[in-house]
């Protein structure tokens, strides 16, 4: 009986493991498949790059072109490019480095992790904090807006992360404050964020209204 | 003279000084990503820089406070919210011309709108909205974004006036 038992177990453990090996090979296929959609992503990006700067190239033979065709015009518009420049390089480095401080300390996995099923007013503030660090462009928060819904999250909490993913980002705050005055900046974040709060609430309210909450897919 | 341009240096190098500190392979990627970044926008600011340039010197004078000005009105805040929306510019590069249109006399309200639409709304990528969370979520999110941002226009143009 006791060999049985061994047996049994034996058996279970030589099941397990084999699952195991079939989990982890899948994994390793899904791994690779991961890595050769990144690969071509780059590749792709390498593309858009350097066409980008072919268009930069041809700006600038069309601008001399037009400097010699147009001397007086060239001058008042080299004057004012020039001075577009130094405003641009005085905060630009800057800001690209926070870009990449941000886009290397606050990933998309910390903040799904914070992000979750809190609901009402507290649930606004998370989502509004989170929201304003991970850069990027809006796209890249749609898969994430996706797995909060999984995890339980509320359609208000979505709308919340979404919006405030694309419209308030510190790199994009400090840009404006330089470009358009503190006042407008100020302002204009102070209703953008009143204006997220009924949007959220809103939206929430209409998918209450006219559909069953997602039980079924949470975990 | 310009304070936003200390408060945006100072407070960078600051945080990154902290973050060598604290863990200096990190900060080493993060100052790639910045680099890369810097790269794959240079292009499209050196195009704006020139764009700007050739724009205000051909232009005649006060086109630009004529038709993006006050006069301009609903119609105006309602053509720039919906360019806004159309348009698949990075913010960042968004922000200097918006600047400069601004400077130049553009209207608070175009201006707000503009800008409000252009980071809130992507048309471009609505079609991926609706892909990953439903064409519902992604139609009323994007119509109450461009509602929200006309709002957000009209009161900045009655208080900033």
Redesign the interface.
Known sequence: MNKQKENENGNINIDTISEEIITSIDSEEQYGEKKQKELKKQKE?KKK?LR??F??LA??IA?IV?YFVFPS??A???????Q??I??I????????????L???ATHELVSKYLGKESGFKGFLIALVLGTLPAG???VA??I??AL?LKGAS?GN??TY??VF??I?L??I???????G???TA??YI??VI??Y??SL??DF??KKTEKPLKGKST | M?L??Y???G???S??IF?FIKDKR?AF???????S???????????L??????L???LPAGFIKNYLGSGSGYLGVFSAAILGSVLFL???VA??L???L?SQGAS?ML??AF??TL????FV?LP??IK??GK??AL??NL??FI?AI??AI??GV??K
């Open positions: 990006k790059i980008d700067y268009i930069m700006v600038i601008y037009i015009k060239g008042v518009s080299l004057k004012s490019s020039w577009f420049f405003e641009m005085e905060v630009l480095p800057a800001i690209t480095i926070l870009i990449g401080i886009s290397v300390w462009p809006l796209y749609f898969p807006a996706k819904r359609v979505m709308v979404l919006s694309a419209a980002k790199p994009q400090l840009m404006e404050w330089r470009f358009l503190w006042k407008f302002l204009r209703f953008t204006l997220i009924f949007m809103l939206v209409i998918f | 310009d936003s341009i408060v945006i240096n407070l960078v190098l945080v990154l973050l990190k990627e993060s100052l790639k990503v910045a680099l970044s810097f790269i794959s926008l240079l292009p499209s600011f050196i195009i820089i020139i764009a700007i340039g050739v205000l010197s051909f990075p913010s960042i922000f200097p918006a600047g400069s601004y608070v201006i707000a800008v409000t980071t809130m709304i992507g990528t991926m909205e990953e969370l519902k979520f009323l999110r109450f974004s929200a709002l957000i009161l900045m208080i900033l």
